[in-house]
């Protein structure tokens, strides 16, 4: 079973950057599909990006879709999001997710049977 470990949250100004990490351990994530969602104080989690086996990606909430960027680094077991020119509507529980199977969309929560912890991103104006 893997287990997530985010890591690389903070508190930055508007329209600095961040880079999230995602480090699995106890099972390989090289054939899981990896995700990002978010959770903003009084609101749903809701998804921000997936990546595939292979690096395709796909960004669920337009409103990231020109300012994040998500890979994946098999070779380290590790998924990163990229974050630039955050804004505080940015400001949210990072989480990590992973799924073996390919359900299709992939942008639902329901999707994912493993899950971090999160880490804690604040955007000040």
């Known amino acids: 079973e893997v287990q997530l470990v985010e890591s690389g949250g903070g508190s930055v100004q508007a329209g600095g950057s961040l880079r999230l990490s995602c480090a699995a351990s106890?099972?390989?994530?090289?054939?899981?599909?990896m995700a990002w969602f978010r959770r903003a104080p009084g609101k749903q989690r809701e998804p921000v990006a997936v990546?595939?086996?292979?690096?395709?990606?796909?960004y669920c909430a337009d409103a990231v879709r020109d300012r994040f960027t998500i890979s994946r680094d098999d070779g380290k077991n590790t998924v990163y999001l990229q974050m630039n020119d955050l804004q505080p509507d940015d400001t949210a529980v990072y989480y990590c997710?992973?799924?073996?199977?390919?359900?299709?969309?992939?942008?639902?929560?329901?999707?994912?049977?493993?899950w971090g912890q999160g880490t804690q991103v604040t955007v000040s104006s």
């Open positions: 106890g099972d390989t994530i090289a054939n899981s599909i």
């Open positions: 990546v595939y086996p292979g690096g395709g990606a796909r």
């Open positions: 997710a992973a799924e073996k199977r390919d359900w299709g969309y992939m942008c639902t929560l329901d999707d994912y049977a493993y």
